[in-house]
């Protein structure tokens, strides 16, 4: 069965972690690593089954080998989970067991943080081994990963609304936020800063106090949040949220949010969108922020230099826009071509010519 599954998207490697004294159960995915080594975060989460966990690993792997291409990143493709709730099953022999495990693959995987975990897990995980980033910035490194991310999504939305309003402001525009994260909260401090009506709902209550209080968002229960009147839905929280049930409630005009796999299914709900007039910003373009900042570290990390090649997604979104209008396609299926596209031609000079030697390490 997992080598079905591997087999259908062409999947590399599946590590299944184990450490039975710090409870570690964890998973790797490597997916591509034709432009490079994988490099994808760690997400930490209470999954209900083992198989919850594979699917979810396998998706958001696949998920960073397109992010990476198409963002012209020298990358390919993995992800790594955890299985447990990160509020109470962490501990410093946790995650050195697991900086173990990354180093045992010997640079075909570099891990970084995503939901669930920090930059000191990620500095525990550096104990053990180098090819880890988003650690503590004492060590050379950005730190946490967020407000790049933010930025990338803030960019990203700008030309969104180019897009389906005619003009890249978004002053006045309303925009609904799911789940206000530390990507979401640095989302909305920009998009206040530029004059946008913020509707913001969270699991976490604590998370909807802060936004209003910064921001003079208004809050919205969990399941509230696809009914609201607004411009803009930027889904900030956990995938498969536009899906059967959800899209015929949005009264919206695009989308444009920083969470993984927002489509359930990327044809079938990506049609959905399109169907009803809505603009679907593509999310492995629109949230790269936050990897092309700590792909920045691999070359001694330059806080000006990141945020250069963070601000060049306005253009790729639009270049994803354009590629759907030319070829009548889905704004979805526009990135993935594109992402293909690279991959197979850095492919072709792979298997041409010698690969070329030197170090991905090179801030140590």
Known sequence: MLFERMEKYDYEQVVFCHDKVSGLKAIIAIHDTTLGPALGGCRMWPYET?????????????????????????????????????????????????GRY??????????????????????????????VTGISESYGSSGNPSPMTALGVYS?????ALEAFGTDTLAE???TVQGVGNVAY????????DGAKLVVTDINQEAVNRAVAAFDAKAVAPDEIYDVDADIFAPCALGGVLNDTTIPRLKVKAVC????????????????????GILYAPDYI???????????????????????????IYGQIGKVFDIAKEEKILPAQAANRMAEQRMESMRHVSSTFLRAEHSLLTRR
Do not use: W
């Open 186 to 193: 640095a989302l909305c401090e920009l998009l206040h800063k």
């Open 50 to 98: 083992e198989e919850e966990a594979l699917e979810d690993v396998l998706r958001l792997a696949r998920g960073m080998t397109y992010k990476n291409a198409a963002a012209g990143l020298n990358l390919g493709g993995g992800k790594t989970v955890i299985i447990g709730d990160p509020r109470k099953d962490k501990s410093e022999a946790m995650f050195r067991a697991l």
């Open 156 to 160: 990203a939305m700008k030309r969104t």
């Open 257 to 276: 949010g920083s969470s993984n796999n927002q489509l359930l299914q990327t044809i079938h709900h990506g049609q959905m969108l399109a169907d009803r």
């Open 173 to 175: 525009k309303t925009v």
């Open 102 to 131: 990354v180093e045992s693959l010997n640079g075909r995987y570099i891990i970084a943080e995503d939901v669930g975990t920090t930059v000191a897990d990620m500095d525990m995980i550096h104990a053990e081994t180098d090819y």
């Open 286 to 312: 629109v949230n790269a922020g936050g990897v092309i900042n700590v792909a920045d570290e691999l070359s001694r990390y330059n806080e000006e230099r990141a945020k250069h090649k963070i601000g060049e």
